[in-house]
């Protein structure tokens, strides 16, 4: 069976540094053996990667998927720090997807994707989802992403 490391180095992707927190919060929590992130937002290299509303005349959507998947990379990474390690993370458990939406928009569940198709390819098993469409989130982001990984025994 591969581990979610080897995953990782399989697809070239690096876990990024725990974004440090911008307001009186922890990055991720352990209860009952479920390691819950904090919302994670599109942060790269310390600065937001991706802004504004998603719309017709907002955001691309495509854009906010890639802006998604930024997220939930941010949340694999601070659940991974606090459990130990990455492989230290059984499985995705659940994902919750805030995405900035324009009146227009009603495709939150396809810009969720990014967020999901990530933790598909690293731990290959489905997930429960929710996709929310909001007015705003924090420091105008794009989009917004929570997740729950049930710790390996």
């Known amino acids: 069976m591969t581990t979610p490391s080897q995953r990782l180095v399989e697809l070239g992707i690096e876990l990024p540094p725990v974004a440090a927190p911008v307001a009186a919060y922890v990055p991720a929590v352990l209860d009952r053996g479920v390691v819950r992130t904090s919302g994670q937002i599109p942060v790269e290299g310390g600065a937001l990667a991706y802004a504004g509303a998603v719309g017709e005349q907002g955001t691309d959507p495509q854009d906010a998927k890639e802006a998604a998947r930024l997220c939930a990379l941010n949340a694999l990474a601070a659940a991974a720090d606090l459990a130990g390690g990455v492989d230290r993370l059984a499985h995705v458990v659940k994902v919750t997807v805030f995405v900035a939406s324009l009146p227009d928009f009603t495709g939150q569940a396809g810009v969720a994707n990014g967020a999901s198709e990530l933790y598909g390819e690293i731990f290959g ?14 420091l105008g982001a794009s989009v917004e992403v929570e997740a729950e990984f049930a710790l390996a025994r």
């Open 125 to 138: 098993s489905a997930h429960a989802r929710s996709a929310v469409g909001v007015a705003v989130l924090p």
